[in-house]
């Protein structure tokens, strides 16, 4: 059971656009979500985070939001850089424990 | 770097073997989590230990046992491996034991099973 999905296995963004990528979930107990970035070869490292009681955060170039009704978060990245170029993972956590999303690899275009 | 170091770094091995993977967590960090991430799949939650105690479980198999030593550090145990055990093996740490706390990830374990 895929509690946490990210149905965009992966997504190209001209470099200077926005970058939009989209998690759902399904266990309405989930109270905190964050997004991780990857590289190859490197481990998961976290990015943003929101907390249920919020429904937009922000920092620097990045932006989360969260829809609780629809169950639905996304990261918003403007401008997009090259270096933004990674596999990211939204997790959400329900006291105990994170679960993960599959993962979508954005690949910004020069 | 995160500050979190594993070894080994690629580990091949037969099927019903068993190996240990090791975890050497952040300076001051005491929560130790591991994850397992198999090919196409996001990372799933193995298991937590928080001070040298069983903090909080995942879909962990059975054949699968990992503990925290007094230093901190924590070792993951596979054994009667299968074929379906080829996967990224990851470890976390945070400071605190909540999983709202950070958790800075290590470079991983690449496990291949032949």
């Known amino acids: 059971d895929q509690q946490v999905k990210q149905n965009s296995p992966s997504l190209s963004v001209q470099e200077g656009r926005i970058s939009i990528l989209n998690c759902d979930y399904t266990?309405?107990?989930?109270?905190?979500f964050l997004w991780y970035k990857k590289y190859p070869a490197e481990g998961p490292t976290f990015l943003i985070s929101?907390?249920?009681?919020?429904d937009k955060n922000e920092d620097g170039r990045f932006t989360v939001f969260l829809n609780k009704s629809a169950k639905h978060l996304s990261l918003h990245i403007v401008p997009s850089q090259p270096g933004d170029s990674a596999v990211y993972f939204c997790?959400?956590?329900?006291?105990?424990?994170?679960?993960f999303g599959t993962g979508t690899r954005l690949t910004i275009i020069p | 770097d995160s500050g979190v170091t594993q070894t080994p770094k690629h580990l091949i091995t037969a099927t019903g073997q068993r190996v240990t993977l090791r975890c050497s967590p952040r300076?001051?960090?005491?929560?130790v989590y591991w994850y397992q991430q198999s090919l196409d799949q996001g990372l799933q939650f193995l298991i937590q230990?928080?001070?040298?105690?069983?903090?909080a479980k995942g879909n962990i198999l059975e054949r699968f046992s990992a503990q925290q030593f007094p230093d901190l550090h924590s070792e993951l145990n596979l054994s009667s491996l299968e074929l379906g055990d080829s996967a990224l093996y990851f470890c976390?740490?945070?400071?605190?034991?909540?999983?709202?706390?950070?958790?800075?990830f290590g470079p991983g374990t690449r496990l291949t099973v032949l």
């Open positions: 997790a959400a956590s329900a006291r105990e424990k994170l679960t």
């Open positions: 300076s001051g960090d005491l929560s």
């Open positions: 976390a740490s945070s400071f605190g034991p909540s999983p709202y706390n950070e958790q800075f």
């Open positions: 230990y928080y001070n040298g105690e069983e903090r």
């Open positions: 266990n309405s107990m989930f109270d905190y």
């Open positions: 929101i907390s249920s009681i919020k």
